[in-house]
């Protein structure tokens, strides 16, 4: 029974060769002491169906006291290959083969990659050979006294063993649970995408009319920590990928200097303290020449509004000007920076969301 079990564990064992290559194309979404608990439950589910195939061809009833010893390469196989495999489901393990495997054919790939070739293929080579020779005399062999085959009972108890082991294996590995995670992920995503996209219908960049009168200062409104008193800028690749983002002090905006404004306001960031002891407002002017103070009010010509977006429903950032000396809406804006997923619409510069050129162009005269 032990040469048949150990045949049908090779025969298993050596499908690797080809599985463990294409499991490792996945590593990069799934943990890879995963691939390797999941190619050991395989090579047990095989081995086990390979037993109920030698059954049905009558090997467990063969003669085998006149057969030579096992093959060395059955054992070989048996050894590299399921072991191979069963050390990598330990945690860590796994990904620490995956950096022996990996990394040398990355940095060194004319040395490592015909080594890596030998140590998989002529091992295999060589099992493959000997699991084909042992194969041979189970089917040469005659058959062997009642007394001396392999009960059926024993061969079936054996697989539906490994069968069990396999899904022991499983059950207490992480397996089910990243791959619930990849599934949970995956619709989430295509939720996202889908909410995004039709969010991405409701950007836009509109511009109703110019100031009635020259514009001399601005003040921008936001969160209530005042951390309104920015510019966002991101940049676009592939159309929607944001692949870098700054935030920008409009004080030093050369667009914005450009306007010869003589000071902007934004409510205070407490984070920045108070001037003095006394100094209790609620807002900062920023003077373009002399020492910033408090104030209780905007009083600048034009107000910047930004409204964040607070829920998963609307994904839009929307920003408005209006004139305060009329209470004219003059510009408004709406895109969408998702950083989470790092994906953006709504540009109005080529590849290119930025607040600074749409304000700087608001008020251009």
């Known amino acids: ?13 050596l499908a690797n060769v080809v599985l463990l290559p294409i499991g490792l194309l996945f590593a990069h979404a799934i943990n890879i002491s995963n691939i390797f608990v999941i190619l050991t439950c395989i090579d047990l589910l095989a081995a086990a169906i390979l037993l109920m195939n030698f059954c049905r061809n009558g090997l467990h009833r063969k003669d085998q006291s006149g057969m030579p010893p096992i093959p060395d390469g059955v054992a070989l196989a048996c050894m590299f290959y399921f072991g191979f495999c069963a050390f990598g489901c330990i945690p860590m393990a796994g990904t620490m083969l995956l950096v022996l495997i990996a990394f040398p054919m990355v940095f060194l790939p004319f040395i490592f990659v015909p080594l890596a070739i030998f140590l998989l293929f002529v091992p295999a080579g060589r099992a493959s050979s000997a699991i084909d020779s042992e194969f041979a005399y189970f089917m040469q062999a005659a058959p062997a006294p ?13 697989s539906l063993a490994l069968v069990a082991m396999s899904g022991l294996i499983l059950c207490v590995s992480p397996v089910p649970q990243s791959i619930s995670k990849s599934i949970q992920s995956t619709r989430e995503s295509v939720t996202t995408n889908n909410r995004f996209q039709t969010a991405c219908l409701n950007t836009s960049v509109e511009f109703y009319k110019k100031p009635g009168a020259p514009v001399h200062s601005i003040a921008f409104e936001g969160k209530a920590d005042g951390s309104s ?31 010869n404004l003589d000071f902007m306001e934004s409510r ?15 807002y900062m002017r920023f003077p373009a020449r002399g020492q910033d103070y408090g104030i209780d009010a905007f009083t600048a010509d034009v107000l910047v509004v930004r409204h964040d977006p607070d829920d998963q429903e609307d994904m839009r950032t929307v920003l408005t000007i209006t004139d305060r000396r009329n209470s004219e809406l003059l ?26 050129a749409f304000v700087a162009d608001a008020l251009a005269p």
């Open 268 to 282: 205070r960031n407490p984070r920045t303290g108070r001037l003095s002891e006394d100094d209790n407002h609620l």
């Open 229 to 259: 008193m920015h510019l966002m800028r991101y940049i676009l690749v592939s159309a929607d990928k944001i692949s870098y983002r700054d935030k920008n002090d409009p004080r030093f905006s050369e667009s914005l200097r450009q306007l």
């Open 146 to 158: 009642n007394s001396a085959a392999v009960p059926f009972h024993r061969m079936a108890c054996l």
């Open 331 to 356: 510009a408004k804006m709406s895109y969408i920076a998702d950083m989470k997923n790092r994906v953006g619409c709504g540009a109005n510069r080529p590849d290119e969301i930025s607040e600074e």
């Open 1 to 13: 029974m032990f040469r048949l079990f150990s045949l049908a564990l090779a025969k298993a064992a």
